[in-house]
């Protein structure tokens, strides 16, 4: 299973491929246009993007080069058209794969797998620090078999720590792999957001059980002594 993100502006399209994606197993989410689609891919990293050439806002190369600006999530472009003259410019724009209309689920679900094989970015099981475990998946984090209430990039900054145990990580690169922003200025984000999480965590700054500062550096998550 894999986060979907669908930008398509036809909604029997989006609506049939929605419906057929998650009866494969897959989570979907979809948008009708380029901007708004260029915000979810941003806000919710989802793990590929099937991405409509035809929408109404923007060309879907010029919207993929502004994704290519702010992230590396796999993306496969459909379109009608199938030349080479029309492909080459989104391959190298970027796109991962392509998919010619029509297409089924089942075809776009094969090109999907395909992708995340050679990207690397399959969404792996549940990742174990002591009594916490985050779902990539189901975005779903439990500490002691108690769900936690994570926002959204709550979430993702504990997956991405989660995902280097006893690992120091700089501000720079969390602001950097999970906000997508340069470092500069927006390192008070980051003490929030690592505020919030301990305190879902029931732990504080001063006595730590999974978020340890080192001071200078940066932060990592550590299995409690």
């Known amino acids: 299973m894999a986060d979907i993100l669908l930008i398509e502006d036809d909604v ?17 989410t979809s948008s009708p246009t380029a901007l708004d689609g260029l915000r979810l891919a941003v806000e919710d990293r ?29 993306v496969i472009v459909a379109t009608a058209r199938d030349g080479d003259a029309e492909m080459v410019p989104v391959l190298d724009a970027g796109a991962d794969d392509y998919v010619v209309k029509p297409y089924s689920s089942a075809q776009l679900d094969a090109r999907i797998r395909a992708v995340l094989r050679r990207s690397g970015d399959a ?44 690992e120091v990580v700089t501000k720079r690169e969390l602001l950097t792999e999970v906000w997508q922003l340069p470092y500069g200025g927006a390192d008070k984000t980051v003490d929030v957001h690592l505020s919030w999480l301990r305190r879902k965590l029931g732990e504080t700054a001063s006595e730590p059980r999974y978020l340890h500062t080192v001071r200078g550096v940066g932060v990592k998550l550590v299995e409690p002594s």
């Open 12 to 28: 029997a399209i989006r609506t049939a491929l929605s419906r057929g994606l998650r009866e494969l197993g897959h989570a979907v």
């Open 46 to 74: 989802p793990d590929l993007i099937v991405l409509d050439l035809g929408l109404p806002d923007l060309d879907g190369v010029d919207m993929l080069r502004m994704l290519r600006a702010v992230s590396r999530v796999p």
């Open 123 to 166: 969404p792996p099981g549940p990742l174990e620090v002591g009594g916490l475990s985050v779902d990539p998946r189901a975005r779903v984090a439990t500490l002691d078999g108690e769900t936690l209430d994570l926002t959204p990039r709550e979430f993702d900054v504990l997956h991405y720590l989660a995902a280097r145990p006893g």
